[in-house]
């Protein structure tokens, strides 16, 4: 299970909207071994496109430099889809290499970048295997670190 802030989920779906119609990307970094995540960390969709992300690679770098002397590692890894459901194509599948990690998926499908909901889901993906989990949003306020 997926236990997230409400500062946190907010501003994932904020950061999904903001880039509609291109894909968002980022990953929301916490203390290592803890499951919590609590730094939230947009990236830039290097790809800009609407079907696919794809972290810049020195953004990337220099984001795993920082963990690493923070003693943290990416709890959520998260991108949006902009036409489909929140479901990991085979491309995300593939391209899943974190195994303690949660795949967050945000769907901006149905509003886009105006108000209304959106499709909100979680997912371990290890050696290829989907799972997905609940997500429980919490009111909890994320570290300010």
């Known amino acids: 299970m997926l236990k997230i802030d409400r ?5 994932i779906v904020a950061h999904a909207k903001k880039d509609h119609p291109d894909e968002a990307c980022g990953v929301v ?7 919590h995540p609590e730094r939230f960390v947009p990236m830039v969709n290097a790809a800009r496109s609407p079907t696919f992300y794809e ?11 920082e963990m690493d002397e923070r003693d943290e590692e990416p709890v959520v890894v998260y991108h949006s889809h902009t036409a489909t459901e929140a ?3 085979r491309t ?3 391209l899943a290499s974190e195994p303690n990690a949660h795949y967050v998926l945000v769907s901006t499908r149905e509003h886009g970048n105006s108000d209304g909901p959106v499709e909100f889901r979680s ?3 290890i ?18 670190a």
């Open 123 to 125: 997912y371990r993906i």
């Open 87 to 89: 479901y990991p194509s």
């Open 29 to 35: 970094a916490g203390p290592e071994g803890s499951d």
């Open 7 to 11: 500062a946190t989920y907010d501003a």
């Open 55 to 65: 972290f810049d690679p020195s953004d990337l770098l220099a984001l795993y430099k």
């Open 127 to 144: 050696d290829g295997a989907v799972t997905e989990e609940e997500v429980t949003v919490t009111d909890e306020l994320r570290s300010k």
């Open 92 to 94: 995300d599948i593939g």
